[in-house]
């Protein structure tokens, strides 16, 4: 008994001595992402088209009812109209440069999402469907497929 407790005596002091290394070695981060000191509330996107607010988080999910090409002028997007739960359609365009595409993506698709909304009277926008790295914004995500593209 005396030595399986010696073994994981050395064991953990080795794990830990291994993580103080790379933490100091820059190969760990010492702290989670930047997020900003606010979080900001979480909305529908019922609620802010009815209300017509933009620069509002907003939470769901919907069924993609079609996919348009990437925009490609500056920063570039994957564009495509989701019909959100509840609602009518809204046009999603998720910043391919900053994170991953959905390369499976396909029309029926379920995608859930976590991002700003912009009100239009089309349906509106939700972006900032990708992390922030200044870390001055909170972070959006897409989730499909069981996958997480942010």
Sequence with gaps: MKNAKKTVALAAALLLGVIAYLTNNGMLPTRGPAVPAAVPQTHTVADAFRNRQSDVQVE?????SRILPDD????RHQRFVLR???VHTVLVVHNIDLAPRINALREGDTV???GEYEWNDKGGVIHWTHHDPAGRHVDGWLRHNGRIYQ
Aim: hydrophobic share 25%; net charge neutral; charged share 15%.
């Design 84 to 86: 959100a739960t509840g």
């Design 60 to 64: 769901g999910q919907g069924n993609v």
């Design 72 to 75: 490609r002028e500056g920063s």
């Design 112 to 114: 859930a999402f976590y």
